[in-house]
Antibody, heavy 119, light 107 residues
Framework: QVQLQESGPGLVKPSETLSLTCSVS????????WNWIRQHPGKGLEWIGF???????NYSPSLKSRVTISADTSRNQFSLKLTSVTAADTAIYYC?????????????WGQGTLVTVSS | AIQMTQSPSSLSASVGDRVTITCRAS??????VAWYQQKPGRAPKLLIYAVFSLQSGVPSRFSGSGSDTDFTLTISSLQPEDFATYFCLQDYLYPPTFGQGTKVEIK
């Protein structure tokens, strides 16, 4: 059974960098697509980006200038960095597994972690 | 980006009702449409992928259909555990985009 768990600070100051890690068990991040998705409070879902085979990445055009997704295969983790955050980046952040050869669907999700941007 | 317009935004239904939720894409898309169920405080759960393929472990009362721009999630007989919010997803064209959600409430 694949399990994902997000971790990282729940509070980030404006203009700083949001950093989250997704720890994966029950499967290797060297295969499949691994995604970050966020949900603003009470709102819909927004895809942030993915990493594939630990090195190939793709990002949402609206966030591309601020996002980096990377992987640590030795720890079976992948990470999200979002720079220059504002209150608009306050959201629940999920990591999710995509397909083995296709970017979706997202079949396994972490429980999500709420990140609040505030001074 | 492709917009997925979901309707209705909310609905009230009774146990045993047949429920239909629709997503309309802003342009024609192939078959990369999925449906998710989300309960309060929980992560989304995959129900349907590739338009009509049922995810393993999901009850058969859930079904998906559609093509081109119009896609539908149907719950054939609503059960108490089905009261939740449902989202569609298109991953045919980059970037992947979700519908805004349909909240299914108890009548």
């Amino acid at each position: 059974q694949v399990q994902l768990q997000e971790s990282g600070p729940g509070l980030v100051k404006p203009s700083e960098t949001l950093s989250l890690t997704c720890s994966v068990s029950g499967g290797s991040i060297s295969t499949y697509y691994w995604n970050w998705i966020r949900q603003h409070p009470g709102k819909g879902l927004e895809w942030i980006g993915f990493i594939y085979k630990s090195e190939s990445t793709n990002y949402s055009p609206s966030l591309k200038s601020r996002v980096t997704i990377s992987a640590d295969t030795s720890r079976n983790q992948f990470s999200l960095k979002l720079t220059s955050v504002t209150a608009a980046d306050t959201a629940i952040y999920y990591c999710a597994r995509g397909g083995e050869y296709t970017t979706s669907p997202y079949d396994y999700w972490g429980q999500g972690t709420l990140v609040t941007v505030s001074s | 980006a492709i917009q997925m317009t979901q309707s209705p935004s909310s609905l009230s239904a009774s146990v045993g009702d047949r429920v239909t939720i629709t997503c309309r894409a802003s342009q024609g898309i192939r078959g990369d449409v999925a449906w998710y169920q989300q309960k309060p405080g929980r992560a989304p759960k995959l129900l349907i992928y590739a338009v009509f393929s049922l995810q393993s472990g999901v009850p058969s009362r859930f079904s998906g259909s559609g093509s081109d721009t119009d896609f539908t999630l149907t719950i054939s007989s609503l059960q108490p555990e089905d009261f939740a919010t449902y989202f569609c997803l298109q991953d045919y064209l980059y970037p992947p985009t979700f519908g805004q959600g349909t909240k299914v409430e108890i009548k």
